[in-house]
């Protein structure tokens, strides 16, 4: 069963528009992240978030920005889409000390056209 | 900086024949060290991870990874494929609780009948 809860899970948008992913956990977890997920599989942090009010870039600049008002909740937003932005957007969270590793949504595959 | 370096993009195996993925890193501490498998259109799995301890660790499915902190090495291997193992596998770093995972570039693993 899943623990973290990815929306939508396939997107198809224009290009310009405005988008927000969601990403939601039932774990309590203080920390979450955002990773984008090339074609080729590697993995890029883009945001993460170690509780509350706190958000932090990651290495990689996707022109996006977050959010974290509630424990729970962390959505991705897009002000402007760009083709270039096409991936697949994965959402994770862990315990403080991370010991039990991240626990991953399923994803958002992300169209843009 | 922390860093992951996985030998080989794609693994072909037979059905029944040993698998093995490397994995090496780099860490200026002791780290966590985690594999995670990954399904067509899933997210990410936790195969199994290492913290402090016995070195040698058994995860889900049958697969067992071994830390061996002389050669910063922490390969998975399974003696056994199966078909089902046809997947993504990432391995992955964290020096402590306090920064991001930092994953390989993942390797995919095919299995032939």
């Known amino acids: 069963e899943a623990d973290i809860y990815q929306t939508p899970r396939y997107l198809v948008i224009g290009t310009g528009k405005k988008i927000t992913l969601e990403c939601s956990q039932t774990?309590?977890?203080?920390?979450m992240y955002w990773y984008q997920q090339d074609p080729g599989m590697e993995l890029h942090l883009i945001h993460y978030?170690?509780?509350?009010?706190?958000?932090e870039k990651g290495d990689l600049s996707s022109e996006s920005t977050v959010s974290r008002i509630r424990t729970e909740h962390f959505p991705l937003t897009l002000e402007s889409a760009r083709p270039s932005h096409t991936s697949q957007y994965l959402c994770?969270?862990?315990?403080?000390?991370?010991?039990?590793?991240?626990?991953f949504g399923s994803g958002t595959r992300l169209t843009v056209v | 900086a922390q860093s992951v370096t996985q030998l080989g993009s794609h693994v072909s195996v037979s059905e029944g024949a040993l698998v093995l993925l490397r994995c090496n890193y780099s860490?200026?501490?002791?780290?966590?060290l985690f594999w995670y498998v990954q399904y067509p259109n899933q997210g990410l799995q936790l195969l199994l991870k290492?913290?402090?301890?016995?070195?040698l660790v058994k995860g889900i499915n049958g697969f067992e990874a071994e830390f061996k902190k002389s050669e910063t090495s922490f390969h998975l291997t399974k003696p056994s494929a199966h078909m089902s193992d046809a997947a993504e596998y990432f391995c992955?770093?964290?020096?402590?609780?306090?920064?991001?995972?930092?994953f390989g570039k993942g390797t995919r693993l095919s299995v032939i009948a």
């Open positions: 994770a969270s862990s315990d403080p000390l991370d010991m039990k590793g991240y626990t």
């Open positions: 774990m309590g977890h203080d920390k």
């Open positions: 978030s170690y509780g509350v009010n706190s958000t």
């Open positions: 860490s200026s501490v002791p780290p966590y």
């Open positions: 290492y913290t402090t301890g016995a070195t």
């Open positions: 992955a770093v964290s020096p402590s609780g306090n920064t991001p995972l930092v």
